[in-house]
């Protein structure tokens, strides 16, 4: 519809912010400049072959020096200039370092060894069947929400329950297969707090976390832009 057909039916569109995308205009720019590059170099290439028509080395000079300007300006913003940009690029870095939303695994080596993971980064966990993949990465859900982010994890395989009794199993620092089994012991051995008590202790504590820790059945969000979409509803880090 019209502007003006969808003003009278929303007026809070007026409202609305519409900044204009700055690629649209850099693509018009690098086009004008290669353009004029292209027009300039025949020109100059042309008047040296009109004055001198066995100059043709010195007309393929001015060509080739003209399509290296270009594609130097195409690929600018890919191409870093370590003496010119380096410096600044590091430091920046470095002084937001602490502002960084990194999120880190909770495994001390790997944290030091990648310095953790940014916005953008997939982090892929490889290993054949059960040499604890899904605890892994559990682990990490686990160590980021008590941290206070909102984490969202999706499973294609298990159900809410055994994910579940993973989690507070961690989470409480006792057997995971005593809690799936309802095994876990009421006496302590040593006079101290038991097993069952610590348990249950530490599923109190849980509703406490500052954070948010969503699991999902993968059959509700079976593709990554269902997962992207969700987690941005949930809000989640």
């Known amino acids: 519809p019209a502007f003006a057909t969808l003003s ?5 569109i007026k409202e609305v912010e519409c900044p204009e995308p700055s690629k649209y205009y850099i693509d018009l720019l690098g086009r004008r400049f290669s353009y004029d590059q292209i027009n300039q170099s025949n020109i100059e290439s042309q008047t040296i072959l009109k004055e001198d ?3 043709v080395d010195k007309a393929e000079e001015v060509l080739k020096a003209t399509l290296d300007r270009i594609v130097q300006q195409r690929y600018r913003s890919r191409i870093m200039n370590v003496g010119q940009d380096a410096p600044k690029l590091v430091i920046t870095a470095y002084q937001n370092a602490a502002k960084d939303a990194r999120v880190t695994f909770g495994w001390p080596y790997m944290d030091s060894m990648t310095g953790g993971a940014v916005g953008g980064d997939v982090v892929s966990f490889v290993g054949r069947p059960a040499s604890g993949k ?25 159900n809410h329950l055994a994910i579940a009794q993973r989690i507070t199993a961690m989470y409480a620092h006792v057997s995971a297969s005593e809690v799936k089994n309802s095994a876990l012991p009421t006496v302590s051995f040593k006079g101290g707090t038991s097993p069952y008590q610590k ?9 406490e976390e500052k954070g948010s820790f969503y699991v999902v059945d993968g059959n509700l969000a079976a593709y990554a832009d269902d997962l992207y979409l969700l987690a941005a509803q949930l809000k989640c880090d």
């Open 8 to 12: 009278q039916q929303f007026p809070e």
């Open 53 to 55: 028509k066995t100059a």
């Open 199 to 207: 348990f249950a202790k530490a599923m109190g504590q849980m509703q």
């Open 134 to 158: 899904t605890w892994q990465v559990l682990s990490v859900a686990l160590h980021n929400w008590q941290k206070g982010r909102n984490v969202l994890f999706a499973s294609m395989e298990m």
